[in-house]
């Protein structure tokens, strides 16, 4: 992720997909609450070494690696233990995602990524990474300019 990104989400305040965690020389409980959070949720960002007030305090450089160790070890656990009931959980939430969207580009063309977000409760961010992955794969195209263009349905049965 590019600096300006970082910089521009360190600056928002934090919200269900943003949060700052000071971590200085340990990941705290916290952060495992809010793996789990965006996990359960829409994902986000969480930003270690950053405090509640967006100053960027980094992390002790002493203890980068414990920290990093302390999560590869909870990361590899999780996937261990819940692995497959998550990816079929997220296969399922994907596979209704992108047919909530196609109905409502097939009730309105020309819908923008932002009312698309607000109607199906994702962020914008996700919305066009759906949007991507359904241009990729053939499922739909847009016509003519993001102002003013619409959007086609190519392939339902993708």
Same mark, same amino acid.
């Given at each position: 992720?590019?600096?300006?990104?970082?910089?521009?989400?360190?600056?928002?305040?934090?919200?269900?997909?943003?949060?700052?965690?000071?971590?200085? %020389?340990?990941?705290? !409980?916290?952060?495992?609450?809010?793996?789990?959070?965006?996990?359960? +949720?829409?994902?986000?960002?969480?930003?270690?070494?950053?405090?509640? $007030?967006?100053?960027?305090? !980094?992390? %002790?450089?002493?203890?980068?690696?414990?920290?990093?160790?302390?999560?590869? *070890?909870? *990361?590899?656990?999780?996937?261990?233990?819940?692995?497959?009931?998550?990816?079929?959980?997220?296969?399922?939430?994907?596979?209704?995602?992108?047919?909530?969207?196609?109905?409502?580009?097939?009730?309105?063309?020309?819908?923008? +990524?932002?009312?698309?977000?607000?109607?199906? !409760?994702?962020?914008? +961010?996700?919305?066009?990474?759906?949007?991507?992955?359904?241009?990729?794969? %053939?499922?739909?195209? +847009?016509?003519?300019? $993001?102002?003013?263009?619409?959007?086609?349905?190519? *392939?339902?049965?993708?």
């Amino acid at each position: 992720m590019e600096s300006i990104v970082l910089n521009t989400l360190i600056q928002s305040n934090e919200s269900e997909t943003i949060e700052f965690e000071k971590c200085l %020389n340990k990941i705290s !409980g916290s952060v495992f609450e809010t793996v789990c959070a965006f996990l359960n +949720r829409k994902g986000g960002h969480l930003f270690i070494g950053v405090t509640d $007030d967006k100053k960027i305090i !980094g992390v %002790n450089e002493k203890c980068v690696f414990s920290i990093n160790y302390s999560g590869v *070890n909870t *990361n590899n656990t999780m996937q261990e233990t819940v692995g497959k009931t998550v990816g079929k959980t997220v296969g399922e939430t994907v596979g209704k995602t992108v047919g909530e969207i196609l109905k409502l580009i097939e009730v309105n063309p020309k819908i923008t +990524r932002d009312e698309l977000a607000k109607k199906t !409760g994702l962020s914008v +961010r996700g919305i066009e990474w759906n949007l991507k992955k359904m241009k990729d794969q %053939n499922i739909i195209r +847009r016509i003519g300019p $993001d102002k003013g263009g619409y959007w086609e349905i190519i *392939n339902k049965n993708k």
